[in-house]
């Protein structure tokens, strides 16, 4: 009798065991799915952040450049201006936001827009497979070229590509210009900036530089501070447009606004202001 009972004591606590490990791996599973479920949460949200609400809380638009004439560079006083800092100025005013502009090493550009240092890099950027792919680039708004420039007595001897081959040809790291010299082979110094190629050239410590034709026709030649250097060589056409992080909702917000300066005038004017007409590209 004494066995019978303890079999049946045995039994029910066997039972009770199973018990609570069946609400335990449940209460696990719960907080499993739901950890889960929070986790996907938070990835959409952060895939699906707006940049334009997150430009207006913050109040300012942080646009990262160059010295660049005459897209952005400064004047007497010291203040950006030029045709990309002027249209930039007209995106902050429809945000309701400052604008502050960051002179950053442009082969960063995408590191910087990933990490919110800037929130757009806009400065002549030439629109390519790097921005397409590894950020998002607003509707081209100006066409462009990459020009080789020389020292005026020599621009006779370097007309082609070829003849260009054993020059040493300063270039912007991280640019257009820097993509379309390697691209024909040609021997580069990699330089900070635009401006420091020309610089280059003017003092000889290189013999060539590459630059957009833009920044060529506002810099070099009669009139300005390089008058002894000229083009020659014409190696890339090229559309300008603003990069903005990937999917980030201000690209359209920008778009937007372009075909509104357009239609309003606006574009047209400061294209007038800074002598690139010619290459404002309708906006539709």
Do not use: H
């Not at 938070?42 to 660049?68: H, N, P, Q």
């Not at 002549?124 to 080789?148: F, L, R």
């Not at 020659?232 to 300008?240: H, M």
């Amino acid at each position: 009798m004494l066995k019978k009972f303890l079999a049946v004591l045995l039994a029910a606590g066997m039972c009770l065991s199973t018990a609570a490990c069946t609400s335990g791996d449940s209460n696990s599973q719960d907080e499993s799915q739901s950890s889960t479920t929070d986790s996907a949460t938070e990835s959409t949200d952060s895939e699906t952040e707006s940049d334009v609400a997150y430009i207006k809380e913050k109040g300012t638009l942080v646009v990262g450049i160059t010295e660049f004439a005459p897209m952005d560079y400064k004047d007497e006083n010291g203040e950006w201006i030029g045709f990309d800092a002027d249209m930039a100025r007209e995106i902050g005013d429809a945000l309701g936001v400052e604008v502050q502009f960051t002179v950053i090493e442009w082969g960063n550009k995408l590191l910087e827009l990933e990490n919110k240092s800037i929130d757009c890099a806009w400065n002549g950027m030439t629109i390519t497979d790097e921005i397409t792919n590894g950020a998002s680039a607003t509707n081209p708004y100006a066409k462009n070229a990459q020009v080789v420039v020389v020292k005026k007595d020599v621009a006779d001897q370097y007309s082609t590509v070829e003849s260009l081959k054993d020059l040493l040809v300063a270039v912007e790291d991280g640019s257009a210009g820097q993509e379309a010299a390697q691209a024909e082979g040609l021997n580069t110094n990699d330089v900070q900036d635009q401006a420091t190629a020309l610089m280059e050239v003017d003092s000889g410590t290189s013999d060539a530089c590459v630059i957009d034709l833009l920044m060529a026709g506002a810099m070099i030649g009669d009139g300005t501070s390089y008058p002894d250097l000229v083009t020659t060589v014409e190696l890339t056409t090229e559309d300008y447009g603003v990069g903005c992080r990937k999917g980030s909702d201000l690209t359209d917000f920008i778009n937007e606004q372009f075909v509104k300066l357009y239609e309003d005038g606006t574009m047209t004017k400061l294209a007038e202001k800074y002598g690139i007409t010619d290459n404002i590209v309708e906006q539709k």
